[in-house]
């Protein structure tokens, strides 16, 4: 399996080392980000985050959206 990200921005075949866990795309090391996926508690008022073990491998896109939920205001909790 080659990197998604190599192949469609620079047409070069780069062996895959991880799978986006939000995405599923296959992802090589320049590609992969390593992360926690979280979980959505509601109260009034507010959006928490509440982290969920382990850690998760993301590819460069999906890393940059969960960038952008992170800017929106949402606060994690441990």
């Known amino acids: 399996m ?3 990200e190599c192949q469609t ?3 070069r075949v780069t ?3 991880a799978v986006c866990s939000q995405c599923g795309a296959a992802t090589c090391v320049d590609h992969t980000n390593a992360g926690h996926a979280y979980t959505e508690i509601h109260s009034p008022g507010a959006l928490h985050l ?3 073990p382990g850690r998760r491998m993301y ?4 890393s940059a959206d969960r960038a952008e939920l992170a800017a ?3 606060t994690a909790t441990g």
Not at 59 to 62: A, F, G, I, Q, V
């Open 72 to 74: 929106a205001g949402a």
């Open 9 to 11: 921005e620079n047409q």
């Open 2 to 4: 080659n990197c998604y």
């Open 50 to 52: 509440h982290e969920v």
């Open 59 to 62: 590819c460069s896109t999906c």
């Open 15 to 17: 062996p895959a080392v």
